[in-house]
């Protein structure tokens, strides 16, 4: 079970972002929502484990896997989708992005591991203006920071109340935070919803609000 909830939530955030047009799916089915708990982290917890690596790339011409797992996972991709929303002053703004690579590690048939590399750059909201707003320094600064890295680390389950908590890091605009993700676990998938603090990351803009709301979920045939 922990191996495939850290295949599923790497997988769900590759996978998801050309599905963002069944995002109004999301209240039916995402069944919990929580605050990601935020601590900082030293470099030496950064490193991917020893192993075979996985690897899962999205870009603009569609999704592409290589590995041992392949064969295992399959995806339902009509119930499958990642949506981020950032709030401002009478409205908000949802978006996801095109181009991302994930890397997981296994280690004797279990995972170990693994690494989402999401570019910056390809950040794509419902407001292209947005769009080359959130890449400004006034956010992401992608030209400086062009890569934003997730690094699973650990999954916690709790068969009792069908849910779980990943832990991992988020390295955002050259900051690097500590993460507790709360991960529900669906009859043959996964979904998380929950909010970041944009202001733990060095990100403060007086029209918007400070939490960015992450939802996700995978569903496998």
Do not use: C, W
Request: aromatic share 6%; charged share 20%; no cysteine.
């Amino acid at each position: 079970m922990k191996t495939l909830i850290i295949i599923l939530v790497l997988i769900a955030i590759v996978i998801g972002i050309y599905l963002m047009n069944i995002s109004n799916q999301q209240d039916a089915t995402i069944r919990s929502v929580s605050n990601a708990e935020i601590d900082s982290i030293s470099e030496e917890d950064l490193e991917l484990p020893e192993g075979e690596k996985i690897i899962l790339t999205k870009t603009s011409a569609g999704l592409t896997q290589a590995g041992a797992v392949n064969d295992s996972v399959q995806v339902d991709t009509d119930q499958t989708f990642i949506t981020f929303t950032g709030y401002k002053v009478g409205g908000e703004h949802t978006g996801s992005f095109d181009t991302m690579r994930a890397e997981l590690v296994v280690d004797n048939g279990s995972i170990k591991g693994g690494l989402l590399t999401i570019d910056a750059t390809s950040v794509k909201t419902d407001t292209a203006a947005v769009d080359t707003h959130l890449q400004s320094d006034d956010f992401f600064d992608a030209e400086n920071y062009p890569d934003i890295t997730f690094l699973a680390q650990d999954i916690i389950i709790n068969d009792a109340e069908q849910n779980a908590l990943l832990k991992g890091s988020l390295t955002l605009k050259g900051v690097t935070k500590q993460l507790s993700v709360p991960v529900t676990l669906l009859a043959n998938g996964i979904a998380v919803d929950f909010t970041v603090s944009m202001k733990e990351f060095g990100i403060e803009y007086k029209a918007t609000k400070d939490e960015v709301r992450v939802q996700a979920q995978i569903v496998l045939k």
